[in-house]
């Protein structure tokens, strides 16, 4: 006769499987816990084809340069304040700064540094910020482990990769529509894709990393009523790489757990989602790189205002545009940008605030997009008072999901629009390295000086040859 307990776990199946229509339970082979793990193991010493190389390096250097320029921000001096109370064994740098601490201190207090502001790269199908996770949590984990250069390239390939595919396993947007932040909820599955390859785990312990850090995912869309970017930076950035790295750590150090929490029964998909997708968390791995996907910023903005801002800039150039001649703007977004980017108290995340600062200036520089006074300056609430924001369903375009119109009638009565369908950095408009590289000198060169900036952009431009990533210490301190 089967006992009480036997008896209670067959019914609590049951239902489980009756709630989710018996998917990811009853799967043949191999579960996705399983495959990803052997993925993960794989990847550590895969060669990067070499377009994912360069992109990786791309990533890395522009989070360089998020980091740095962002540990002289609100968020990022917090996040550095806390972490030097937290002392810790001197295991991996903190950026910008003449301290080091533990791999998770550094990890929590450079990846608030990475989401500052909105600098850091976007992937536009899934909503993720990977690389403000990815890349601190690599460079935390790699410092202490005298990981190589390359070794580094490849963790945050698989960083990339972990932190969309959770997110495309899950339904982005049905993550949201249960008002947990895509981002936060993302995040801390990129940073243990990273670690977990610096910490050379075998097939057993990345399950148990999974595990961990599965426990750990959490993030909730209150983000949009922080008015100083900081819980922000934390939930985009600072909690996941936090999490990440001290799951991993915890495995390396013997404590054991669940080995298959992607699958069966209160899996990990059918916990955080309603229609989940598990296959997408293992689906093309191996030749779908993430990496080359993500949308490099040109304006250090929330990424719904790149499009408006391209096109009224566009609009500026074409037609000699100066404010007397602009009766009225009208900004068309996809519906879901509307609750982000509309009448935010932060300045580089308010539409109308800075597609009127585009109008007045004809540009919109890094210290543009976050000086608060600018807000209140009188030129630019006049241009902004004509501004007006529209969500358009027509724009929800999986294809393009962050392309936007704008719309002006001029003083003559003429109207003249743009549409920008790939705002420069996308994978469909990509920056080169020569962009890349001037975009992070504008915002390491203040911070770090101009000699430290080009040795550290040199630096990334070859990772794959730096022996050991604790080498790049001198150069991102101060």
């Known amino acids: 006769m089967p006992s009480r307990r036997r008896f209670l776990q067959s019914a609590g199946s049951v239902a489980a499987l009756a709630a989710t229509g018996g998917r990811a339970a009853l799967a043949a082979g191999p579960g996705v816990t399983e495959r990803l793990a052997r993925y993960m193991v794989v990847a550590r010493d895969q060669e990067l084809p070499e377009k994912v190389l360069l992109e990786c390096k791309h990533r890395i250097l522009d989070t360089f340069g998020a980091m740095v320029s962002g540990a002289r921000m609100r968020p990022g001096e917090m996040a550095l304040k806390y972490v030097r109370t937290l002392g810790g064994d001197a295991q991996a740098s903190v950026i910008g700064s003449d301290f080091r601490t533990t791999a998770v201190n550094a990890a929590l207090a450079n990846a608030m540094c990475a989401h500052a502001d909105e600098t850091d790269d976007f992937e536009p199908v899934t909503k993720a910020h990977p690389g403000c996770s990815v890349v601190p949590a690599a460079l935390a984990f790699g410092e202490r482990e005298h990981r190589s250069g390359q070794d580094v390239l490849r963790a945050v390939a698989l960083g990339y ?23 936060g909820t993302s995040s801390t599955f990129g940073a243990l894709g990273a670690a977990a390859s610096l910490a050379r785990l075998d097939e057993k312990g990345m399950r148990y990393a999974v595990s961990y850090s599965s426990q750990q995912v959490s993030g909730l869309w209150s983000w949009v009523k922080d008015h100083d970017h900081i819980e922000k930076a934390f ?23 669940v080995d298959d929490v992607l699958d069966g029964t209160h899996n990990l998909f059918i916990a955080l989602s309603s229609d989940p997708k598990p296959e997408e968390m293992v689906k093309d791995l191996g030749s779908r790189f993430y990496v080359t996907e993500t949308a490099i910023k040109t304006f250090s903005v929330g990424y719904p205002i790149q499009s408006p801002l391209d096109a009224t800039l566009t609009l500026r150039k074409q037609h000699g545009l100066t404010p007397d001649k602009v009766k009225s703007i009208l900004v068309k977004l ?24 585009a109008l007045v200036k004809g540009a919109v520089s890094f210290n543009d997009s ?7 300056d009188p030129k630019i609430l006049e241009q902004r008072a004509k501004v007006a924001l ?28 743009h549409f920008t369908k790939y705002p420069p950095g996308t994978k469909e408009n990509p920056l080169n390295t020569e962009a890349v590289e001037a975009k992070t000198r504008d915002l390491i060169a203040p911070v770090l000086g101009a000699e430290k ?24 301190t101060t």
Request: net charge negative.
């Open 161 to 183: 990769d972990l932190t969309c595919r959770l997110l495309m396993a899950l339904g982005p947007d049905l993550v949201r529509g249960s008002h947990r932040s895509a981002e």
């Open 235 to 257: 939930d985009f950035a600072g909690m996941g790489a936090r999490n990440g790295v001290m799951a991993v750590d915890m495995v390396k150090n013997g404590l054991t757990g």
């Open 334 to 357: 996809p519906t879901d940008a509307m609750g982000i980017v509309g009448e935010s108290a932060m300045p580089d995340v308010n539409c109308q605030h800075l597609v009127a600062v």
């Open 370 to 376: 976050h000086d608060v006074a600018l807000m209140h």
């Open 390 to 417: 529209a969500g358009d369903k027509a724009l929800m375009d999986p294809a393009a999901p962050r392309g936007a119109v704008v719309e002006m009638t001029l003083t003559d009565g003429r109207k003249v629009e």
């Open 453 to 476: 900036s080009e040795k550290l952009i040199e630096q990334i431009r070859n990772l794959e040859k730096v022996d050991d990533i604790g080498k790049l210490r001198p150069l991102m």
